[in-house]
Structures are given as C-alpha cells and as structure tokens.
C-alpha cells in the first residue's frame, strides 16, 4: 500500500486551492451582480461596492418588469430557444444516424462535406442573402433556419451512435423494425446523455443569440432578449419610463443594468442541474471513441 509523502499532501491541498479561486473567481461577477441589484441609491452612493445590502430592495427587477419591451424579448427568446432547440435536435438525430452506418453509400463524401464546412464557410454576405430570399428577414425564424444544425455537434451525435453495438440494430430488424423504428426506439432511449447535452448546447447558443439578431431583424417589437439587455446596459432603453419607484427604494441605473443582466442569467443556469448527471457522460462518449 502506498503512503502519502508530505510533498503529495501539499500538491493536493495546492490544487483545491486554486480550483477554490477559480471557483470564487467565477462565482464573484455573479454574486456582484445579484448585490449591486438589490441594492438602494444612497446605499450604493455611501458604501459602492455592494455584495451583501444592509437593506435590499427589489425596486430593480420591479422596474425591469414593468418594461413591455423586456417581456415581449423574453418571449421571444424562450420561444426561439424551445423551438429552435427541439429543431436542432431533431434534425442532428436523423442526419447523425445514418452517417454512423458505414454502410450508407456516400457516406465518406457526406462526411468531408461536413467537415469541410467546419473549417470554410461562404461569409456574412452570402448568408443574409440566403436569409433574405427565403423571406425570413424580420423574423424570428431567421434566429432558427439559419443555424439549425451544427456540424461540430452533429459529429459528436455521430461518433456517440457510431459507439452503440451494431447488433442492436440487427436484432431489431430480426423483429421487423425499420430504421425509423430501430432509431426512435432503440437508438434515442440509450443515446438520452448525447441527447442531453447537445440540447444544453444548443439551448445555450440559442439564448445567448446576439449577432444573428443584429444581422437579420430591425423591427425593435421582434428583438430577442439579448439585444434589449445591450440597450439597456448602454442606457439606450429607458426601463423607468413606466414604473417610478418610491422614495426609500430608489435605485440608480447601475442596479437596474445588473438586475437585467441577473434575469436572463438565471433562466439558463435553471435548466443545468436537470440535466446533470447526463452532462459530463454525454461529453466524454460523444467526444472520444472507443
């Protein structure tokens, strides 16, 4: 049995503390964030920096609320970030799965296709073209058609079924499945952790969408949530045009802006402990082949 040396006790007391700072080092801009957002003007006047309010108040998010600007975004962004990742995931599935037979004709040049696309693409240009002949200019599914499947998280789909055993499949077809049937009842329940983390992936992507909306709408009642969190950080939007906050809870923008960045913060880090114990296995299987 081997012991422990004083040298290997000190390297591992060495590592949790760094991996403690870089946990507080994360953790800190958020908690900042929720403190300065909770926090009354003439405290933030007399103290600055505030983690912990003596006296905290909601007036922020009250004010952040009343703007029919932000709640129509946040609706769009939900619905943009449900739908568009349902479609992501739907169609990564059915175009990951026969790219994992080695029996699909075609499959080496379908597959160079793929990558090839990974490292070259046509530009900004020729894609608002293709956005605007297709008619979704203005949209919100110019914020899903464009981007409905990604490459890099389609060869990861891939190489996780390309890991399932064939004979799954052969014994389906014994049974007289077909492929639809073999990929809907055998391949997805066994595939739930890839299935997991893509969607987190793509949800992700989806509610963090910041370009695309820049690019492709310029009807400010069709923004997503993102783009009206850029006006109001930038003090573009004036949020305290239909709510005017009582004397003692008075804030100043600074907390109104962290309020804003708070709330479409924790919408996405809700979903994440749903989806754990399927994050970490998806990522490792779908990465690395066996």
Same mark, same amino acid.
């Not at 956005?131 to 409905?148: A, C, D, I, R, T």
């Given at each position: 049995m081997?012991?422990?040396? %004083?040298?290997? #006790?000190?390297?591992?007391?060495?590592?949790?503390?760094?991996?403690?700072?870089?946990?507080?080092?994360? !953790?800190?801009?958020?908690?900042?964030?929720?403190?300065?957002?909770?926090?009354?003007?003439?405290?933030?006047?007399?103290?600055?920096?505030?983690?912990?309010?003596?006296?905290? @108040?909601?007036?922020?998010?009250?004010?952040?609320?009343?703007?029919?600007?932000?709640?129509?975004?946040?609706?769009?962004?939900?619905?943009?970030?449900?739908?568009?990742?349902? %479609?992501?995931?739907?169609? @990564?599935?059915?175009?990951?799965?026969?790219?994992?037979? #080695?029996?699909?004709?075609?499959?080496?040049?379908?597959?160079?296709?793929?990558?090839?696309?990974?490292?070259?693409?046509?530009?900004?240009?020729?894609?608002?073209?293709?956005?605007?002949?297709?008619?979704?200019?203005?949209?919100?599914?110019?914020?899903?058609?464009?981007?409905?499947?990604?490459?890099?998280?389609?060869?990861?789909?891939? @190489?996780?079924?390309?890991?399932?055993?064939?004979?799954?499949?052969?014994?389906?077809?014994?049974?007289?499945?077909?492929? %639809?049937?073999?990929?809907?009842?055998?391949?997805?329940?066994?595939?739930?952790?890839?299935?997991?983390?893509?969607?987190?992936?793509?949800?992700?992507?989806?509610?963090?969408?910041?370009?695309?909306?820049?690019?492709?709408?310029?009807?400010? @009642?069709?923004?997503?949530?993102?783009?009206?969190?850029?006006?109001?950080?930038?003090g573009?939007?004036?949020?305290?045009?239909?709510?005017?906050?009582?004397?003692?809870?008075?804030?100043?923008?600074?907390?109104?802006?962290?309020?804003? !960045?708070?709330?479409t913060?924790v919408?996405?880090?809700?979903v994440?402990?749903?989806?754990?114990?399927?994050?970490? #296995?998806?990522?490792?299987?779908?990465?690395? #082949?066996?």
């Open positions: 081997l012991t422990r040396t %004083l040298g290997d #006790k000190a390297g591992q007391w060495l590592i949790v503390a760094l991996l403690a700072l870089l946990g507080a080092s994360c !953790v800190f801009p958020f908690l900042y964030a929720v403190g300065v957002s909770l926090t009354t003007l003439e405290e933030a006047a007399r103290r600055g920096i505030v983690l912990i309010p003596h006296r905290a @108040t909601a007036a922020a998010y009250r004010e952040i609320f009343a703007n029919d600007m932000l709640l129509q975004s946040f609706r769009i962004t939900l619905f943009v970030t449900i739908v568009g990742t349902a %479609l992501n995931v739907l169609v @990564t599935t059915v175009t990951a799965y026969p790219l994992a037979r #080695k029996q699909l004709p075609g499959r080496n040049a379908a597959l160079l296709y793929i990558v090839f696309t990974m490292l070259f693409s046509g530009g900004l240009i020729p894609q608002y073209i293709l956005v605007k002949q297709l008619g979704l200019l203005n949209s919100v599914w110019s914020l899903v058609v464009p981007g409905l499947v990604s490459a890099f998280y389609l060869m990861i789909v891939k @190489t996780f079924f390309e890991q399932l055993p064939e004979a799954l499949d052969d014994a389906a077809r014994i049974d007289g499945a077909g492929e %639809l049937r073999i990929l809907l009842a055998v391949i997805v329940p066994l595939s739930l952790p890839i299935m997991a983390t893509v969607s987190l992936f793509y949800a992700v992507d989806h509610w963090n969408s910041y370009f695309s909306a820049v690019l492709y709408i310029n009807d400010a @009642t069709r923004f997503p949530m993102q783009i009206v969190l850029r006006n109001i950080l930038l573009a939007t004036d949020v305290s045009a239909e709510y005017t906050p009582l004397p003692e809870d008075a804030v100043n923008p600074i907390a109104i802006q962290m309020a804003a !960045v708070v709330t913060t919408p996405i880090l809700l994440y402990p749903f989806i754990q114990k399927y994050f970490t #296995k998806g990522v490792l299987l779908g990465s690395v #082949k066996g």
